[in-house]
């Protein structure tokens, strides 16, 4: 089975805080991804990355930024944390070939709130 | 703006009831179609993928795709209060081998 962990699955933080999120999976893929859920919006895609040291930005990438150094690890960053970006950020993978035939998985999910 | 619309509910049946779920997305060129099941405050799990027109049955669960007319259903017979969950479509895109774009999801209550 595919096991995404995220880091935390609760984190509070401060505004104008820089704000690290970590995912780590265990199954070799090559693509991952992190998205963010609001009530009413569904998942929108902030960034992902296809290889190591390789990103894409999504539909929302503005106020974050990605790291990937290792090929099980993609890091979020909220490099000044603000109130609005308080939300459910998932992190979610799968092989190479990307979702033309292979679903993603996701992480248990991190609900970040930005006081 | 390539969309997945999915009616946000809820949609409430009875224990028993066959529930059906619907899904319409505008990307023409979509080839791969996913419903994921949510739980409250839990993330997404996948409990069906569909990639051809017609009908994929998985034990109580069938995925039914009409590229034709661009909708995607997801059927869960015998529904019991355990299936009270958002369910998810997911669309892949056309021009990217990676992106998915989600519907905002519909509320199941099964009723006992």
């Known amino acids: 089975d595919v096991k995404v962990t995220q880091s935390s699955r609760y984190l509070v933080k401060r505004t104008g805080e820089k704000v690290f999120l970590e995912c780590v999976q265990d199954?070799?893929?090559?693509?991952m991804f992190w998205y963010r859920q609001d009530p009413g919006l569904g998942l929108r895609l902030i960034y992902f990355?296809?290889?190591?040291?390789?990103?894409e930005k999504g539909d929302i990438p503005e106020g974050y930024s990605v790291s990937r150094e290792k090929k099980e690890r993609f890091s979020l960053i909220l490099e000044s944390a603000s109130t609005n970006q308080t939300s459910m950020y998932l992190c979610?993978?799968?092989?190479?070939?990307?979702?033309?035939?292979?679903?993603?998985?996701f992480g248990d999910g991190t609900r970040l709130s930005i006081l | 703006q390539k969309e997945v619309e999915q009616n946000s509910g809820p949609l409430s049946v009875p224990e028993g009831a066959i529930a059906s779920l619907n899904c319409t997305y505008s990307?023409?060129?979509?080839?791969?179609f996913f419903w994921y099941r949510q739980y409250s405050g839990k993330s997404p799990e996948l409990i069906m993928s569909?990639?051809?027109?017609g009908d994929k049955e998985d034990g109580r669960f069938t995925a039914q795709l009409n590229k034709a007319s661009q909708y995607v259903s997801l059927l869960i017979r015998d529904s019991q209060p355990s299936d009270s969950a958002t369910y998810l479509c997911?669309?892949?895109?056309?021009?990217?081998?990676?992106?998915?774009?989600f519907g905002s999801g519909t509320r199941l209550l099964v009723r006992p």
């Open positions: 979610a993978s799968t092989p190479m070939g990307g979702t033309s035939n292979q679903p993603q998985h």
């Open positions: 199954m070799d893929h090559e693509n």
């Open positions: 990355s296809y290889d190591v040291k390789m990103k």
């Open positions: 990307d023409r060129g979509s080839q791969s």
């Open positions: 569909i990639y051809s027109n």
């Open positions: 997911a669309v892949s895109v056309m021009d990217s081998s990676y992106k998915l774009i």
